[in-house]
């Protein structure tokens, strides 16, 4: 007897049939429309140093990492994100090449966080980054393309881009001189929604009531439109925050651009996310039943500089593809699945040509290997969705032939071995 479980472990999961086949169907969707965009795809490593992800990853996302030390003494993490492994491979290996650098990956990322619905210990990411250049063109193209993923898988209906600003958070901090440690914990509070707690430590740093005023109004407008900006602008300028409200102002013109390409966007000053590398434009996907993100991203220019490299604007975002899943009513393709019946061994090599040249176009097809009268294997393969049979015995050989059952209505026709393919992919 074995003491092995064969449960998985806690927060992770086996998936089988159906529901691998819509996490395989979001990322190959996601992974078409980047390249169509122009992105590459990255493979990067699970394992990565510890400190790659400790260094700018933010207060929470350290606590969840799942971190060891490898036979060689080194401190290592699984990814908890792609970001950083992106963003080390392009310090590696592509600081040469054309700006902006395109880059879209998929794969398993792991947070030790307390599992629940939407919240699992493994689980897939699909993400882009855009690297080298910072600009307005970049940021809508890279907000664009986020709700293009879910327009054409058909969730465009159900959602919203929440966009903010942490730059203007951000351009307050840095311009009272206040630690970026200190920063990521106020951001941190933010993020929670613990307000309080971050005024409390903003005004022991600032020192000035008019600045924390305007913070506390900032922190209060979850959805503005244009009157709220222009207010806050002016505000920002009347109490000498001009580079502040520089930061709110192209919030403004992202707003504007988003509205006049018919995105769903909610412009939101207060938002924050918790990576504590974000600089600028931050957004997130949310979905009117589901109470945890879809989908985030932001720029974050600061990072390539924090690892080491020469200052380096880039934008990017990661889509949840298990959350993803949970709210998307994907149909599945039709299914187009066929059975090869062989009545002897002389006939294998008849049967896998036409098996062969069944799947180069399109169709699934097996050769059946169970030893069963056919009156009971026809209901098997019926009830794991197969379409039809086609039968190949000495007759049929002989003849040039093959016959073509359906197996839901036990119908069948003779078909001309030669145009068999070019039949099944017709019919069904």
């Not at 939101?268 to 600028?280: C, E, K, Q, W």
């Not at 066929?338 to 002897?344: H, N, P, S």
């Given at each position: 007897m074995t003491?092995?479980?064969y449960?998985?472990?806690?927060?992770?999961?086996d998936?089988?049939?159906?529901?691998?086949s819509k996490?395989?169907?979001?990322?190959?969707?996601f992974s078409?429309?980047?390249?169509?965009?122009?992105?590459?795809?990255i493979?990067?490593?699970?394992?990565?140093?510890?400190?790659?992800?400790?260094?700018?990853?933010?207060?929470?996302?350290?606590?969840?990492?799942?971190v060891?030390?490898?036979?060689g003494?080194?401190?290592?993490?699984?990814?908890?994100?792609?970001?950083p492994?992106?963003v080390?491979?392009?310090?590696?290996?592509?600081?040469?090449?054309?700006?902006?650098?395109?880059?879209?990956?998929a794969?398993?990322?792991?947070r030790?966080?307390e599992?629940?619905?939407?919240?699992l210990?493994e689980?897939?990411q699909?993400g882009?980054?855009?690297i080298?250049?910072?600009?307005?063109?970049?940021?809508?193209?890279?907000?664009d393309?986020l709700?293009?993923?879910y327009?054409?898988?058909?969730?465009?209906?159900?959602?919203?881009?929440k966009i903010?600003?942490i730059?203007?958070?951000?351009t307050?901090?840095?311009?009272?001189?206040?630690?970026?440690d200190?920063q990521?914990t106020?951001l941190?509070l933010?993020?929670?929604?613990e307000?309080?707690?971050?005024?409390s430590?903003?005004?022991t740093?600032?020192k000035?009531?008019?600045?924390?005023d305007?913070?506390?109004?900032?922190?209060?407008?979850?959805?503005?439109?244009a009157e709220?900006?222009?207010s806050?602008?002016?505000?920002?300028?009347s109490?000498?925050?001009?580079?502040?409200?520089?930061?709110?102002?192209?919030?403004?013109?992202?707003?504007?651009?988003?509205?006049?390409?018919?995105l769903?966007?909610?412009?939101?000053?207060?938002?924050?996310?918790?990576?504590?590398?974000?600089?600028?434009?931050?957004?997130e996907?949310?979905?009117?039943?589901?109470?945890?993100s879809l989908?985030g991203?932001?720029?974050?220019?600061?990072?390539i500089?924090?690892?080491?490299?020469r200052p380096?604007?880039?934008i990017?975002?990661?889509?949840?593809?298990e959350?993803?899943?949970l709210v998307?009513?994907i149909?599945?393709e039709?299914d187009?699945?066929?059975?090869?019946?062989?009545?002897?061994e002389?006939?294998v090599k008849?049967?896998?040509?036409v098996a062969?040249e069944?799947?180069?176009?399109g169709i699934?097809?097996?050769?059946?290997?169970?030893?069963?009268?056919?009156?009971?294997l026809?209901?098997?393969y019926?009830?794991?969705?197969?379409?039809?049979?086609?039968?190949l015995?000495?007759k049929?050989?002989?003849?040039?032939?093959?016959?073509v059952?359906w197996?839901?209505?036990?119908?069948?026709?003779t078909?001309?071995?030669?145009?068999?393919?070019?039949?099944?992919?017709k019919i069904?």
């Amino acid at each position: 007897m074995t003491d092995i479980s064969y449960e998985p472990l806690r927060g992770m999961r086996d998936y089988y049939g159906e529901e691998a086949s819509k996490l395989a169907y979001l990322i190959r969707e996601f992974s078409r429309l980047a390249s169509l965009a122009g992105y590459q795809e990255i493979m990067v490593p699970v394992l990565e140093e510890f400190r790659l992800f400790a260094l700018k990853g933010g207060e929470e996302l350290r606590e969840s990492m799942y971190v060891f030390q490898d036979k060689g003494g080194r401190t290592v993490a699984m990814r908890p994100e792609l970001t950083p492994g992106v963003v080390r491979a392009y310090l590696n290996s592509m600081q040469g090449h054309p700006k902006p650098v395109r880059l879209y990956y998929a794969g398993t990322v792991y947070r030790y966080d307390e599992p629940q619905m939407g919240r699992l210990r493994e689980f897939r990411q699909a993400g882009v980054e855009n690297i080298g250049i910072n600009n307005i063109y970049i940021d809508l193209e890279i907000i664009d393309l986020l709700f293009s993923f879910y327009k054409n898988i058909g969730l465009s209906e159900n959602i919203k881009l929440k966009i903010g600003n942490i730059g203007i958070l951000r351009t307050i901090l840095y311009k009272y001189n206040i630690h970026e440690d200190r920063q990521e914990t106020i951001l941190h509070l933010i993020d929670k929604g613990e307000v309080q707690k971050a005024l409390s430590i903003m005004e022991t740093e600032v020192k000035n009531s008019d600045v924390i005023d305007f913070i506390t109004t900032l922190l209060r407008v979850d959805e503005a439109n244009a009157e709220d900006l222009r207010s806050l602008i002016d505000t920002a300028n009347s109490i000498g925050l001009n580079q502040v409200s520089n930061e709110i102002s192209y919030l403004e013109r992202i707003a504007r651009y988003t509205k006049e390409l018919e995105l769903p966007c909610v412009v939101s000053p207060s938002f924050v996310r918790g990576l504590a590398y974000y600089t600028g434009i931050i957004f997130e996907v949310v979905h009117r039943d589901f109470k945890l993100s879809l989908a985030g991203g932001g720029r974050y220019d600061n990072l390539i500089e924090a690892y080491g490299g020469r200052p380096t604007p880039a934008i990017g975002f990661a889509v949840g593809v298990e959350r993803t899943a949970l709210v998307s009513k994907i149909q599945n393709e039709r299914d187009r699945k066929a059975v090869i019946f062989l009545v002897d061994e002389d006939l294998v090599k008849e049967g896998i040509q036409v098996a062969s040249e069944l799947r180069r176009a399109g169709i699934t097809c097996v050769l059946n290997t169970k030893e069963a009268p056919l009156s009971k294997l026809i209901p098997q393969y019926a009830s794991q969705g197969y379409n039809v049979a086609l039968i190949l015995g000495k007759k049929e050989k002989s003849e040039g032939k093959v016959t073509v059952k359906w197996l839901v209505s036990r119908t069948q026709e003779t078909v001309e071995r030669e145009r068999v393919v070019d039949y099944v992919s017709k019919i069904i």
